[in-house]
């Protein structure tokens, strides 16, 4: 499967950005799928996720209340609505996507084997 973010920009604190993954080759279902950031100089981190079954989804605790995963089967996308933005939420956003990864693993990247390209977003003070 092939994934391409989208929807990454330079946003003030408060604003709202919708993160898109779109997905091509195949269908996601079956797929747990997520998203992750990384800032400058620090590792990647876990985001929020869909279960492989997509009747679950995750968030790190420092996005609950803020961000929202949603996923349109038909057009084989995922988003991220991010509201709220802090300038500590700048960074790379990418999708990944994996039909074999296990729960215990969801919030790992390295249990994922297919990426999108990453796409930028900036939160200025």
């Known amino acids: 499967v092939q994934l391409q973010a989208s929807g990454g920009g330079l946003v003030q604190a408060g604003g709202s950005l919708r993160l898109s993954c779109a997905a091509s080759?195949?269908?996601?279902?079956?797929?747990?799928t997520a998203w992750f950031r990384q800032a400058p100089g620090k590792e990647r981190e876990f985001v929020a996720g869909?279960?492989?079954?997509?009747?679950?989804?995750y968030y790190a605790d420092s996005v609950k209340g803020r961000f929202t995963i949603s996923r349109d089967n038909a057009a084989n996308t995922v988003y991220l609505q991010m509201n709220s933005l802090k300038p500590e939420d700048t960074a790379v956003y990418y999708c990944a996507a994996d039909n074999s990864i296990i729960q215990s693993r969801y919030r790992d990247y390295a249990g994922y084997d297919y990426w999108g390209q990453g796409t930028q977003v900036t939160v200025s003070s």
């Open positions: 080759g195949r269908t996601l279902r079956g797929y747990a």
């Open positions: 869909y279960s492989r079954t997509g009747g679950y989804t």
